[in-house]
């Protein structure tokens, strides 16, 4: 990074696919957008947009909605969350929002609040990406 490479250069070193780590103590307002996986161990006030996994550790806390690929909860997620493929959470998952998931697995000690979609996108979802489109 401080070695003057461009990023195009350290990218294709590192093959293009990092992680990406809020660490504990840490707090973070704002979106964040990654092709990468993600894991958050600190807060973020703000929304996730992933292509890849993302990871919420005991300590994490998102008061946000997450789209990504696949999810591990075991922290605090305050918002909605849609996740293409698997949805994971576990005992110490604490989830107030509604899900969109194609595969959801929940542990029997984990917390859940709000309504639960799987499979394909419900209409409304669609209805509202298509309202989006036309304004």
Do not use: W
Request: charged share 20%.
């Amino acid at each position: 990074m401080f070695n003057g490479k461009s990023k195009s250069e350290f990218a294709a070193e590192t093959g293009g696919n990092s992680t990406n780590l809020i660490g504990n103590g840490t707090t973070l307002k704002g979106d964040i957008t990654c092709n990468g996986d993600l894991r958050i161990d600190g807060t973020l006030i703000g929304n996730i947009n992933s292509t890849a996994k993302v990871v919420i550790g005991a300590n994490g806390l998102v008061e946000g909605d997450i789209h990504c690929q696949q999810a591990d909860v075991m922290g605090k997620i305050v918002g909605t969350i849609k996740i293409k493929e698997l949805l994971q959470l576990k005992a110490s998952a604490v989830v107030n929002g509604n899900i969109y998931a194609g595969k959801l697995q929940i542990e029997p000690a984990a917390t859940f609040n709000g309504a639960c979609h799987m499979g394909s996108e419900p209409a409304t979802v669609i209805n509202e990406k298509q309202k989006d489109k036309a304004a």
